[in-house]
């Protein structure tokens, strides 16, 4: 019995073995820099680190794997070329490992297509009511809710960094910080970016008539530590004021609110939600420091692509990635024109199926843009 001749996955490996082993020589020299003390005294330097290392070695695992099929293959034509009676085992050999293969090969080919940097990072959410009036704000107040269960569902952790409501339970602006120790956060909220419209009959509706608003939302991926994003003294304006409540009354005697400017970009950010001046200052500052790496990272890819200006600037109706009709329980994302009828589980936080929509599509346009 002659050597197999070279397949098609025999084919694909070859033509991705140069860009896996400089993969593979990365994740040997990120492995040494882990080990080296130095390296952890800087927590945002670590966990970028940490973050890479799990990505490449995933890739690792799986080259390693087909590595190993390939191996016992060859193995086996070689040892039925010296004794053709162990040809039919060589080929049950190949043909049992053939699905295995395929599948570690689609794996690596998903693995290989350059993902977004920040997509391991966590995520800071703002919620922000738009048109519609007290209608807005409490479907703002139902997005908060979703993307609380949501999180709970995937195993993260959910900090409330800063909130103003309405007198009927409704949410003006809601900023919300999710984090997780297993996957990268951001990754999967990143789609969240931009103008949700709801159609339903409005509580404060006495003829029953259904009306249509929108809230909006923005997702910043987070700073991994306060190193990452240096902000010194003599770069920040901060202003002091008292919070307020609903409808504007006063719900704190001293100026505890904190108003942070970055005076070279112009960016802000405010936090009310603490009693302490303190905790709203430090909360303030995460969400600037996000806000900041967001900017950063806009101002890097713009040269390239349109792909993070996807985020909605403005809370309007005409700009929406997501409508939520309640008469219909039906939820429509119009970006990959993804429909289920379960508004009322997606409300629920059972968001996974509408988030993979558009992960798969993202994937989609990377590989085209390597092709």
Request: proline share 4%; aromatic share 4%.
């Amino acid at each position: 019995m002659t050597s197999e001749r070279p397949t098609t996955a025999d084919q694909e490996l070859d033509a991705l073995a140069s860009t896996v082993r400089s993969l593979l020589d990365e994740h040997a020299q990120v492995e040494q820099e882990l080990a080296d003390p130095e390296v952890h005294a800087s927590p945002g330097r670590a966990r970028t680190l940490t973050r890479r290392y799990a990505e490449l070695d995933r890739i690792a695992r799986v080259w390693s794997r087909l590595q190993q099929i390939a191996d016992d293959v060859a193995a086996a034509h070689e040892l039925a070329d010296a004794d053709p009676s162990f040809a039919d085992e060589a080929r049950e050999l190949e043909d049992s490992l053939a699905d295995e293969r395929e599948g570690l090969l689609s794996d690596l080919r998903d693995l290989l297509v350059p993902s977004d940097p920040d997509d391991g990072r966590d995520a800071i959410l703002e919620i922000r009511a738009g048109e519609g009036g007290d209608e807005s704000a409490l479907f703002a107040s139902d997005l908060a809710r979703m993307y609380e269960r949501w999180a709970g569902s995937r195993g993260w952790s959910t900090e409330i960094l800063d909130a103003t409501h309405t007198e009927l339970g409704g949410v003006r602006e809601l900023t919300l910080a999710l984090k997780s120790s297993q996957e990268g956060v951001y990754g999967w909220t990143k789609f969240e970016g931009g103008v949700h419209r709801v159609q339903r009959v409005p509580v404060t509706e006495s003829q029953g008539r259904i009306h249509t608003s929108a809230a909006g939302v923005l997702v910043f991926p987070e700073a991994d530590a306060p190193d990452e994003v240096d902000l010194p003294d003599s770069d920040l304006r901060i202003d002091v004021y008292r919070s307020s409540g609903p409808g504007g009354q006063s719900v704190n005697t001293t100026d505890s609110a904190v108003r942070i400017t970055h005076l070279p970009t112009g960016i802000t950010a405010s936090c009310q939600n603490e009693k302490s001046q303190l905790q709203n200052k430090e909360a303030a500052l995460r969400m600037l420091r996000a806000r900041i790496l967001a900017a950063r990272a806009e101002e890097a890819a713009a040269a390239e692509s349109e792909q993070r200006r996807s985020q909605v600037r403005t809370v309007d109706r005409s700009e929406r990635v997501r409508t939520y009709n309640f008469p219909e329980n039906r939820v429509t994302d119009h970006r990959t024109g993804y429909k289920a009828h379960n508004l009322d589980q997606v409300l629920d936080g059972r968001l996974d199926e509408v988030i993979e929509s558009l992960r798969a599509a993202e994937r989609e346009e990377r590989l085209e843009d390597i092709g």
